[in-house]
Antibody, heavy 120, light 106 residues
């Protein structure tokens, strides 16, 4: 059974940093690109970042480029999102998501999300 | 940058009626288009991929169509469990942008 479990969400002050993680099981992690998708309270889905199966290529939405860094540890089956220079509009539930190919494709599995609140 | 636009933002439909949701891409995505359903408090669920292929265990009342820049999701006869928010997403190249969503309400 495919499982994705996010952790690390917290309350952080504007300008602060936070790292969220996603532990996965039930599939060959290194064979699939992964995405982070966020959802602000009462708003729609926003694709945030993606990383290929090998971790060699990373991709970012304009809204987070230069502030967020995605990475993965294929030996431990964990996906990370390092978030720096956080702003109040980064407040959202952050979902970890598995795509269906090594280079990136549609999402077939989602985690339940971890809540990040940026507020003073 | 490619933009995905969904319409309408909200669709009011009675149970048993047909619902037609639209998604438009600012540049061609060929058929690299997925639809997701999200219910309150839940993660999204994949409904349609490749513009028209139903995902595993998705009922036949959900139909996707289109290619290039214009796409449609049709729910032929709305059931109570279908009232939710629906999102399209392109995935031909990164970034895998989502549309703004269509809320289907009673």
């Amino acid at each position: 059974e495919v499982q994705l479990l996010e952790s690390g969400g917290d309350l952080v002050q504007p300008g602060g940093s936070l790292r969220v993680s996603c532990a996965v099981s039930g599939f060959t992690f290194s064979s699939f690109a992964m995405s982070w998708v966020r959802q602000a309270p009462g708003k729609g889905l926003e694709w945030v970042s993606g990383i290929t199966g090998s971790g060699d290529s990373t991709f970012y939405a304009k809204s987070v480029k230069g502030r967020f860094t995605v990475s993965r540890d294929n030996s431990k089956n964990v996906l990370f999102l390092q978030m720096n220079s956080l702003r109040e509009d980064d407040t959202a539930v952050y979902y970890c998501a598995k795509t269906t190919s090594w280079t990136g494709s549609k999402i077939d599995y989602w985690g339940q999300g971890t809540l990040v609140i940026v507020s003073s | 940058e490619l933009v995905m636009t969904q319409s309408p933002a909200t669709l009011s439909v009675s149970p048993g009626e047909r619902a037609t949701l639209s998604c438009r891409a600012s540049q061609s995505v060929s058929t690299n288009l997925a639809w997701y359903q999200q219910k309150p408090g839940q993660a999204p669920r994949l409904l349609i991929y490749g513009a028209s292929t139903r995902a595993t265990n998705i009922p036949a009342r959900f139909t996707g169509s289109g290619s290039g820049t214009e796409f449609t999701l049709t729910i032929s006869s709305l059931q109570s469990e279908d009232f939710a928010v629906y999102y399209c997403q392109r995935y031909n190249i990164w970034p895998h942008t989502f549309g703004g969503g269509t809320r289907v309400e009673i």
